[in-house]
T-cell receptor
Framework: AQKITQTQPGMFVQEKEAVTLDCTYD???????LFWYKQPSSGEMIFLIY??????QNATEGRYSLNFQKARKSANLVISASQLGDSAMYFC????????????FGKGITLSVRP | NAGVTQTPKFQVLKTGQSMTLQCAQD?????MSWYRQDPGMGLRLIHY???????DQGEVPNGYNVSRSTTEDFPLRLLSAAPSQTSVYFC???????????????FGPGTRLTVL
């Protein structure tokens, strides 16, 4: 069974600084994908970044990068140059390759950006 | 494209009432899912479908029914609402199997349900 762990209770970062949001996962499958979603106070779920288990490079999307350490089973999200609009809940999720594979979410981390 | 749409956005029910949360997508996605979000619990999968006519249970299916008669629609039925079903409900869709990268879930805006 898949399991995603996000244990940071809440994070604070100063505007323009970088912040790392932690995510560890547990799976016995070799082929899987890791996703990060952002949920602002308005409630919608916004896809941020994806990392495949066989990808050799860490994924990057603008100010978002994923620090993928396969041996440690961690997929931490790094947000560079934080902005006030980054204040939100962030969810890590995982899905393995398979016809009936389901996306499993962690419990989320709240990030607050201070001006 | 409208993407994933959900109706209603808000709903208040009394215990024992039934209702259907509607979900539709216009991206020709094979996969559709229903999640509920509760404080401190993340998103938990209720039911999902890998194609028209095929549905399966997720992590928390009790008290909910689904059907998938068309590719576009995936309604969620609450048979007899209970206060424990007070939650925010999200519908999501994605492409079918293949390159996992294209299995990104596209989410609807959510339905906030309160059961009194």
């Amino acid at each position: 069974a898949q399991k995603i762990t996000q244990t940071q209770p809440g994070m604070f970062v100063q505007e323009k600084e970088a912040v790392t949001l932690d995510c560890t996962y547990d799976t016995s499958d070799q082929s899987y994908g890791l996703f990060w979603y952002k949920q602002p106070s308005s409630g919608e779920m916004i896809f941020l970044i994806y990392q495949g288990s066989y990808d050799e490079q860490n994924a990057t999307e603008g100010r978002y990068s994923l620090n993928f350490q396969k041996a440690r089973k961690s997929a931490n999200l790094v947000i560079s140059a934080s902005q006030l609009g980054d204040s939100a809940m962030y969810f890590c999720a995982m899905k393995y390759t398979g016809a009936n594979s389901k996306l499993t979410f962690g419990k989320g981390i709240t990030l607050s950006v201070r001006p | 494209n409208a993407g994933v749409t959900q109706t209603p956005k808000f709903q208040v029910l009394k215990t024992g009432q039934s209702m259907t949360l509607q979900c539709a997508q216009d991206m020709n996605h094979e996969y559709m899912s229903w999640y509920r979000q509760d404080p401190g619990m993340g998103l938990r999968l209720i039911h999902y479908s890998v194609g028209a006519g095929i549905t399966d249970q997720g992590e928390v299916p009790n008290g909910y029914n689904v059907s998938r008669s068309t590719t576009e629609d995936f309604p969620l039925r609450l048979l007899s609402a209970a206060p424990s079903q007070t939650s925010v409900y999200f519908c999501a869709s994605s492409y079918g199997p293949g390159d996992i990268k294209y299995n990104e879930q596209f989410f609807g805006p959510g339905t906030r349900l309160t059961v009194l």
